[in-house]
């Protein structure tokens, strides 16, 4: 299929405004650039290996995946340094890590014993060599590990045959992890155990980065796109939200509401305030509810009201789960369509 | 690949237990016919054209599907008798759907003027009959009109040259919405316009249709394999849901909590009671949050806590949206897998 312009698209489909994304890019990597940090982009958000190469290209050390199978797309389309910020667990999945290991460096996070000896055994059946980091713990309290545990961890790593230890990794990285990561680096060091890496991540964590200077790389995902929620929590405006879903009505039989063609198949179903997504053109619409294939729009508090066969552009609550839900993603400058991208690494679970 | 066991799979995987998806196939279509309505199952449940045929080998009438794209998949699987129960709009979609009806007997449903003209023009540019029903609106206040406009609608449907008016459509059929439906029948009857279909749907309004004994057929989804939605609101027993999502255990850090590999990526973000799935093996535990590849639970509630590397099941909150998430699900009996299926109309937005 061809496409000249949006208008030439079906509802519902993924645009990506282009001059919004290289401006996104260029802002993270000058970030970064300035305080001397590497930038490795998540490529969770977009899940396109052409995308990466526009992050590549203008500076980027390196890419994050947060699966095997994602690693795997990215390695076959060219790509040599993948981190995996993840504890691989499973014998098939930590085969297919050593595998993809002996084609590319790859660099994945741990944070038990179990999952070491995993990777480790995996590693050696293959003869890989596998990049190994321990994650610290965060205010997140979702992964991670005690600076005590760390150093055990990393003792491990070093004494496995097959594992190489590449440093620590934080997320989200915010400042309030710097005791912590002081810690842990002295005990490190205190064991003459050398720390190459100290990986950061997160949007939130992005105005962080200076108050943390031990970290040697950012991991981010989400500021290639933006989205309401980032908007939301004061990461960047509206106007650098460059994924917009175009969505059109199809129903509109009562007064001040009507029926979009995008639903929680399209737009996903995370909220913010109730709200399942902040419509472009109405920014006094709600998006109330979503059904699959249906989203219910209150347009009450609007001076007008669109009518069946109407388009608009939605603004996504959390755009990486919105690329995830869709084959392509449509590349546009204004109306024009410059580029349909193929979500190479779509819904890749394991 | 293949996997002789549900413990050779990787995680997370959807399993779905055959000895109950035949048995909730078996009761519907006996309901059903014990009512002397047909069964159309919706397919948005499973997206897997083998499962509707053995929807229709137990009995069913044809299928529904909710995106024209749905239906090209399951056209090409060879089935000729599909329902769009939804406003189709916009020029490629509607000419998508005119190329379908030559191929097959297809029904969609309408509930405005312009998405009635929209179609007919379609119809008429390839020379195809597209059946056409009414939606009358229901307490779900989403789609569909008064019995007035019924009226109107199926006197310009009739009035088209390409067009079948094929009768009144309802979601969700409860029995609170009879006066309305017999008062458009009424209204239809009076204008000597002959109803040859009343199709019903919903799961919660199966326990309805033998108050409307003005229903021909009923179309519903979830039935085949149930999910915590369908329990919460009374329709099932957790005994009767067929879809579980085979999770492992990636981090146990924290006395009492531990993280799955399995998050909106894989069981997607709707909630019942702020939780985002049951877990078959620990009724007490609590998936309290996700991230996009992290399923975070509380045990405290339970006896045991399970350990990295162990896996469990969870039943989702909402089975539809799970398998648009997932490429393949696996049929299985006990732990024995039978049949790997691909989700071959998964993700079809349009």
Redesign the interface.
């Known amino acids: 299929m061809t496409f000249a312009t949006v208008q030439?698209?079906?509802?519902?489909?993924v645009l990506i405004d282009l001059d919004l994304m290289e401006a996104n890019i260029a802002e993270m990597q000058s970030k970064c650039d300035a305080l001397g940090i590497a930038f490795r982009p998540h490529i969770?958000t977009h899940k396109i290996p052409a995308i990466a190469r526009r992050q590549l290209d203008a500076g980027a050390t390196g890419i994050a995946c947060?699966?095997v199978s994602e690693a795997e797309v990215f390695a076959d389309a060219g790509f040599d340094d993948i981190q995996i910020p993840?504890?691989?667990?499973?014998a098939?999945?930590t085969r297919r890590l050593a595998e993809l290991a002996k084609r590319a460096k790859v660099t994945v996070t741990v944070?038990?014993q179990?999952?070491i000896d995993?990777i480790a055994a995996a590693a050696q059946a293959v003869g890989a060599t596998i990049y190994m980091m321990v994650e610290l713990?965060s205010l997140g309290?979702?992964?991670?590990?005690?600076p005590e545990?760390a150093l055990a961890h990393a003792q491990r790593i070093l004494a496995a045959e097959n594992l190489s230890f590449a440093g620590l990794m934080i997320y989200p990285s915010d400042a309030a992890i710097r005791p912590r990561l002081q810690q842990t680096l002295a005990l490190l060091e205190a064991a003459g155990i050398p720390v190459e890496q100290v990986s950061g991540g997160g949007s939130g964590a992005i105005s962080d980065m200076r108050l943390l200077p031990e970290l040697t790389e950012m991991r981010v995902g989400t500021n290639v796109f933006w989205d309401w929620n980032s908007v939301s929590a004061g990461y960047a405006g509206f106007d650098k939200c460059a994924m917009r879903v175009r969505a059109?009505?199809?129903?509109?039989?009562?007064p001040g509401r009507v029926?979009l063609?995008s639903g929680?198949?399209?737009i996903?179903?995370?909220t913010i305030e109730g709200q399942f997504g902040y419509i472009a053109e109405y920014p006094a619409a709600r998006i109330y509810k979503v059904?699959?294939?249906?989203g219910?729009v209150d347009f009450s508090a609007c001076a007008a009201t669109p009518?069946?066969?109407d388009s608009l552009h939605i603004i996504p609550v959390h755009t990486?789960?919105v690329t995830?839900?869709?084959?392509q993603l449509f590349g546009v400058r204004g109306d024009r369509i410059e580029v349909v991208w193929d979500v190479a690494a779509?819904?890749l679970?394991?």
Chains 1, 2 share one sequence.
Do not use: F, M
């Open positions: 030439d698209l079906e509802t519902p489909s969770k947060q699966k993840y504890n691989i667990v499973g098939r999945k944070d038990s179990p999952v995993g713990v309290q979702r992964t991670g590990t005690t545990a059109s009505v199809v129903s509109a039989n009562e029926i063609d929680s198949k399209s996903q179903s995370e059904n699959e294939e249906h219910y009518a069946v066969g990486c789960v995830n839900l869709h084959n779509r819904g679970v394991w």
